[in-house]
C-alpha cells in the first residue's frame, strides 16, 4: 500500500488514513491510487464526507485539476460508490477526484433544496482545502448522475441555495461541469404524463423553477459537457437538448452527446459488458483534454 505525505495526513481538517483503492482490470494503474476521507459538512449529528482518490505520484504541493462526483438516487437514496470507479480512472490521469456524500430524503428526510446547498458546499470545501489536497482552486469539475447531474448542474446554473454559516468571498461555483442524463428541468414543463409533473411538484414544491438549471442559464455558466441516452424514459432527451440549446445561446460552451436508445443510468458501471461505462468516462476524458485539465491519451480499457 502507498500513502500520500505525512503533511497531507496532519493538515488542519478531519481526514482517515490513507488507503490504496481497489485494483480494476479496466483501469491500469488503478492498484497505485491512495484515497483519503473528509467531512465537509456537519449539520446537527449528520457528517458529510469526501473521499478523495489521488493519483500515485501526488503530493500536496501539486495544483492538480479536481473533479467531484455526486451520485444519483431521485433526491431520495443512492451512495457515493456509484462514481468510484469513474474517481479512481481520473486519479489515474492525474487528476484529484473526489466522490461526496450528501443529505437525502431517505436517510436525513429533506428536501432537493437541501441537496443543492450540500453540492455547494462540497465545491467550497474543495476549493477552500485546495492547498492541503494539492487542488489547482481554479480547474475544479463539478459532476453527477440523473439527481446527482442536476445537484452538480445547479452548483455552476443556480444563484442562492448557500449555506449561511459559510465563507461566501470563497466561491461555489465550479469551473466546468460534466453532467451524466442529468434531471435539468425541475418545472412541470415539458414531462411526459402528469405522474412526472406531479412527483416534481411534491419533491420540490415553490423550488421548482430557482432550482431548475434549464431555467436558470446566463451568459459566463462554466463549460459543461452532457451525456444522455436517446432511449431515456425517466428523464427525456429533449430536457438536455434544450439546455445546451440555451447555455450556447447565452454563449457558454455546452457539448451534447446523445447515445442512441440507451436507457437512464446506461453509464454506470457494472451495466452489461461496461461498453456504456467505457464510452462515456472516454467521452468525459475528451472533453477534459480540450479543457487542458487532463493530457496525452486516454488509457480506460487498454
Known amino acids: 500500500m502507498r500513502s500520500i505525505s505525512t503533511l497531507a495526513l496532519l493538515c488542519c481538517f478531519v ?16 492498484d497505485k491510487i491512495t484515497t483519503t476521507t473528509h467531512t465537509y459538512k456537519t449539520i446537527g449529528d449528520v457528517k458529510l464526507e469526501l473521499q478523495c482518490f489521488y493519483p500515485a505520484d501526488h503530493k500536496p504541493t501539486d495544483k492538480r485539476p479536481a473533479i467531484i462526483f455526486y451520485f444519483g438516487g431521485g433526491w431520495t437514496g443512492g451512495t457515493p460508490k456509484q462514481f468510484e470507479q469513474q474517481a479512481t480512472y481520473f486519479a489515474t490521469r492525474g487528476m484529484v477526484a473526489i466522490t461526496a456524500d450528501y443529505r437525502v430524503k431517505s436517510r436525513q428526510n429533506v428536501t432537493p433544496d ?15 482545502h485546495a492547498a492541503e489536497l494539492g487542488i489547482d482552486p481554479d480547474r475544479i469539475v463539478a459532476a453527477g448522475g440523473s439527481a446527482g447531474g442536476h445537484i452538480a448542474a445547479c452548483t455552476g446554473t443556480v444563484p442562492g441555495y448557500e449555506e449561511e454559516s459559510e465563507d461566501k468571498k470563497i466561491s461555489s461555483v465550479p469551473n466546468a461541469m460534466v453532467l451524466f ?10 414531462w411526459p404524463g402528469k405522474d412526472h409533473g406531479a412527483g416534481l411538484v411534491a419533491r420540490f414544491g415553490e423550488h421548482g423553477e430557482a432550482l431548475s438549471p434549464l ?25 438536455a437538448e434544450a439546455f445546451a440549446q440555451a447555455m450556447n445561446k447565452a ?14 443510468g446506461f453509464f454506470n458501471y457494472g451495466r452489461g459488458d461496461n461498453k456504456m461505462f467505457l464510452a462515456t468516462t472516454l467521452e468525459a476524458d475528451k472533453f477534459l483534454v480540450s479543457l487542458k485539465y487532463l493530457e496525452g491519451p486516454a488509457t480506460l480499457g487498454k
Do not use: F
Open 15 to 30: 481526514a482517515s488514513v490513507a488507503t490504496a483503492a481497489l485494483a480494476d482490470p479496466l483501469i491500469p494503474g488503478s
Open 114 to 128: 437541501k441537496c443543492v446547498m450540500d453540492a455547494k458546499s462540497g465545491v467550497r470545501w474543495v476549493r477552500a
Open 181 to 190: 442524463n442529468p434531471v435539468l428541468n425541475t418545472t412541470t414543463q415539458g
Open 215 to 239: 431555467h436558470q442559464v446566463k451568459k459566463g455558466n462554466p463549460p459543461t459537457l452532457v451525456i444522455h441516452g436517446k432511449g431515456d424514459t425517466t428523464v427525456p432527451y429533449a430536457h
Open 251 to 264: 454563449g457558454n460552451r455546452c457539448e451534447l452527446v446523445g447515445y442512441e436508445g440507451q436507457p437512464h
